[in-house]
Nanobody, 127 residues
Framework: QVQLAESGGGSVQVGESLTLSCVAS????????IAWFRQRPGKAREFVAA????????DYADSVKGRFAISRDNTKNLSALQMKNLKPEDTAVYYC????????????????????WGQGTQVTVSS
């Protein structure tokens, strides 16, 4: 079992950057695929970015490609989501999620594929 805790959210202006962090408990973090999802006001939760347990596969939602970067450091039980050139439509609660195992290269992009979730961190982008 793993517990996840996000941090790094906040309020920024359009075009600024933020880096979200997700710290996991447990000693088997390197066996879990990690993803970031977000829930915008009045919208369903949506996929943002994912990385396989190996780090060999990474994918992004089209809306964030070229602006967001997901990473993981298995020595620190940590995943990060670097967000650049933020837009008002990026305003959301961002969630980190973990799923056991999976493919070396192919990421999981559906929320039902993830077993564990953090509490979320709010990101607000204003113009």
């Amino acid at each position: 079992q793993v517990q996840l805790a996000e941090s790094g959210g906040g309020s920024v202006q359009v075009g600024e950057s933020l880096t979200l962090s997700c710290v996991a408990s447990g000693r088997t973090f390197n066996t879990y695929a990690i993803a970031w999802f977000r829930q915008r006001p009045g919208k369903a939760r949506e996929f943002v970015a994912a990385i396989t347990w190996s780090g060999g596969g990474i994918d992004y939602a089209d809306s964030v490609k070229g602006r967001f970067a997901i990473s993981r450091d298995n020595t620190k039980n940590l995943s990060a989501l670097q967000m650049k050139n933020l837009k008002p439509e990026d305003t959301a609660v961002y969630y980190c999620a973990a799923a056991r195992g999976g493919s070396y290269y192919n990421t999981k992009q559906r929320d039902y594929e993830y077993d564990y979730w953090g509490q979320g961190t709010q990101v607000t982008v204003s113009s």
